[in-house]
């Protein structure tokens, strides 16, 4: 008789667990849009004498899908590039301010929004790029229309905004560049990773179930979440940036999604003494002369 109570009650507990693990993948817990200003303040990334001092428009855009996507720009006198930064998960905007001065000192404009559920942007859940790529083409669209004929609009992401990136370009071709700083390659791989290190649970049953509760939840399979599918099709140049300790995703997705990029400029760094997301700030001096090399060999420089 116990052993056919279990029974009974194992559905039951597959599924609520499932969707407890569902829900903290498409809706996880975000810093408030101030909360981010006051940690790149108080971490040293973002000078509030520079950031006040740069001419700025704050914009509202309008997803394909309705909500709204909060941005600003920062123009530059005479430029004729621009880049898209594109923050990480559960982040916001404010996250990319640290790169400005890298792309304001190349004579790039640089444009900045909050990815759908994030910051003070709408949308009702995450979608790891299934959605979000198609904001960043609209984010294009008005990133392309503010400058003069033959403009060029390159776009950077870091972590998740990297995996946005590289969604996006496989569906819109003009992109003069795409830098993606510690993406993931594969979001089942991925999510069974943290599954198995942050909840010590198998991917078996669980995975399968939370993506089923994804599709009816929010429109899309995980598994339809595949960067490394789309990068064998890419042309334009493509800068894959992983620090070399990263354990929450792990450098391999890097070295992965390099050897996929068969076509046209490619390079990969992989910085040393850098967890997640601090390739740049552990190695500044490195990570911008590998940046110069790259725009200056894509004809960008």
């Known amino acids: 008789m116990p052993v056919l109570i279990l029974l009974l009650l194992l559905p039951g507990f597959l599924l609520g667990v499932s969707a407890v693990l569902t829900q903290r993948a498409i809706r996880p817990r975000c810093f408030p849009y101030l909360k981010t200003y006051q940690i790149e303040v108080q971490n040293g990334k973002l000078n509030e004498a520079d950031y006040w001092s740069w001419e700025k428009q704050e914009v509202r855009l309008t997803s394909p899908f309705g909500y709204t996507l909060s941005a600003t720009y920062f123009p530059l006198a005479g430029a004729r590039r621009t880049v898209v930064l594109v923050h990480g998960i559960t982040y916001t905007r404010l996250g990319c301010i640290k790169y400005l001065p890298l792309f304001r000192r190349r004579g790039y404009n640089v444009l900045i929004y909050d990815q759908r559920y994030h910051g003070l942007s709408g949308g009702g859940n995450c979608t790891f ?39 996006h370009a496989a569906i819109d071709p003009r992109p003069a560049f ?86 046209g400029l490619r390079r990969l760094y992989l910085a040393p003494n850098a967890g997640h997301a601090e390739s740049y ?17 894509a004809g960008l420089g």
């Open 281 to 297: 700030w552990n190695n500044r001096a490195a990570y911008e002369a590998v940046l110069e090399q790259f725009l200056r060999e």
């Open 129 to 167: 790029g299934f959605y979000e790529r198609h904001d960043l083409r609209a984010v294009l669209d008005w990133a392309l229309a503010q400058l003069p004929p033959g403009g060029r609009v390159g776009t950077m992401g870091e972590s998740l905004g990297a995996a946005v990136c590289l969604q």
């Open 178 to 263: 795409v830098i993606a700083d510690c993406p993931f390659a594969d979001l089942n791989e991925l999510l069974a990773l943290r599954l198995r290190r942050d909840v010590g649970l198998p991917a078996f049953p669980f995975l399968p179930l939370a993506s089923l509760l994804a599709r009816l939840q929010a429109g899309f399979w995980f598994g339809q979440v595949f960067p490394l599918r789309a990068v064998p099709g890419l042309e334009m140049p493509v800068l894959l940036v992983h620090g070399q300790q990263d354990d929450y995703i792990p450098p391999q997705h890097s070295q992965r999604l390099y050897t996929a990029k068969r076509r």
